[in-house]
């Protein structure tokens, strides 16, 4: 049995090796290939052989000469390129803009404000009703020279209920209204009775090269370990709420050992909420000894958790703020220190 890991292991590390393409980052350090395929070396995956393992998915557990092996290995992020490479083989920025309760011309001037300063990540919803202005911008962004769409990675979801009872429409509608081409991500917003199905509709979505990654949001331990054995591709990524005062640190590692990338939501607390926590002594004292805002070390302290960050705003000196993230980085001691924060206190219901 060890031996079948083994060699399926080996044979999987080869075939992502010969199919990965080649990754280029500018002397800015700026990503320009995010939407292509992973480009592992060999030397990179042989560094990467310790951390990973080698485990059967779904009814594959019979483990029966043949059966199909999955690898899994812990998403690293790469501050130098601001991205991770997802199971997908995707490449994915690791910050980002949210766009919730942006509509109209102020969701067009941050979304375009994001992408003229570095932003290379939008996450959207078919529920937050701005596909359309978030695909105008891109495009218009595209026509002004700012970015190519291969530069850029667009996250959207589909809701529970109707879009999920009737798959093919509500994600080809996303796909109309973000009038992009692909979708870099598509996502179930929340768990559902019609989850499963929605979700394999988006694996014939992936196969017909109309999206380039799946995932879910909203997702926890019991949601996902009943999940992954009904489905055939892993999910790339999760998004769930995560901030201070709600750390879920019992989720993202159970999230994290599987290979899936983690995404927060309500980064800052969440509208309502951010006051509070900008205004924490203790995340203020680490701003100050930095010269960075609040908003910013809070981000940075979910870079160097793993976790994938997209605060929203439609206030551009706040959008440039929250892609500048780089240019400190937390000690030890400061990530304990806000870790030591966690209250596990939700700030919306899902
Ligand atoms: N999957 C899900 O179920 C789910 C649920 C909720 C959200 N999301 C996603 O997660 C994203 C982030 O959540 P969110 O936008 O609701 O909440 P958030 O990012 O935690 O907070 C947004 C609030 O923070 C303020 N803000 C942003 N940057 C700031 C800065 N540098 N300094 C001071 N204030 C700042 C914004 O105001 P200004 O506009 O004035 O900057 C806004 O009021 C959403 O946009 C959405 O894409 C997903």
Redesign the pocket.
């Known amino acids: 049995m060890k031996k079948i890991l083994s060699l399926a292991l080996i044979l999987s590390l080869l075939f992502a090796v010969t199919a990965c393409g080649q990754t280029e980052a500018d002397d800015s350090g700026e990503n320009k290939t995010v939407g292509h395929k992973e480009a592992s070396t060999m030397e990179e995956m042989t560094e990467n052989i310790e951390e990973t393992e080698s485990v059967l998915v779904g009814e594959n557990e019979s483990s029966m000469p043949g059966t199909e092996v999955k690898t899994i290995m812990k998403r690293e992020f790469n501050f130098e390129t601001k991205t991770v490479t997802l199971n997908s083989g995707y490449e994915m920025p690791i910050n980002g803009?949210?766009?919730?309760?942006?509509h109209g011309d102020e969701c067009i001037n941050?979304v375009k404000t994001a992408l003229s300063n570095g932003g290379r990540l939008i996450?959207?919803?078919s529920?937050?009703s701005n596909e359309a202005e978030i695909g105008q911008a891109i495009r218009e962004a595209i026509d002004e020279g700012i970015i190519q769409r291969e530069d850029i990675f667009v996250?959207t979801?589909i809701y529970p209920g109707s879009e999920m009872e009737n798959p093919e429409q509500s994600i080809q509608a996303c796909l109309n209204r973000l009038d992009i081409g692909y979708v870099d991500m598509m996502?179930l917003?929340?768990p559902d009775r019609n989850d499963v199905s929605a979700y394999k509709v988006m694996e014939q979505f992936v196969e017909d090269g109309k999206i380039r990654s799946i995932g879910l949001?909203?997702w926890y331990v019991e949601e996902l370990t009943e999940l992954l054995p009904q489905v055939d591709i892993v999910p790339a990524l999760v998004?769930?709420?995560i901030?201070p005062y709600y750390q879920e640190n019992d989720v993202i590692p159970f999230i994290q050992d599987l290979g899936i990338v983690v995404?927060?939501?309500?980064?800052?607390?969440?509208?309502?909420?951010?006051g509070e926590?900008?205004g924490d002594p203790v995340i203020s004292a680490i701003a100050e000894a930095h010269g960075a805002?609040?908003?910013?070390v809070i981000?940075r302290w979910n870079l160097q958790k793993g976790v994938v960050?997209?605060?929203?705003?439609?206030?551009p000196?706040?959008?440039r703020?929250?892609m500048e993230l780089y240019h400190f980085s937390l000690t030890e001691d400061e990530m304990d220190q806000i870790n030591a924060l966690d209250r596990g206190e939700k700030?919306?219901w899902?």
Request: glycine letters at 12%; zero cysteines; charged letters at 10%.
């Open positions: 803009l949210g766009t919730y309760s942006l941050a996450d959207t919803a529920a937050y996250i979801k996502l917003h929340h949001s909203n998004q769930n709420e901030h995404q927060g939501w309500y980064p800052l607390g969440g509208r309502g909420h951010t926590l900008l805002s609040s908003a910013q981000l960050v997209i605060p929203g705003s439609g206030n000196d706040h959008i703020e929250n700030h919306d899902y």
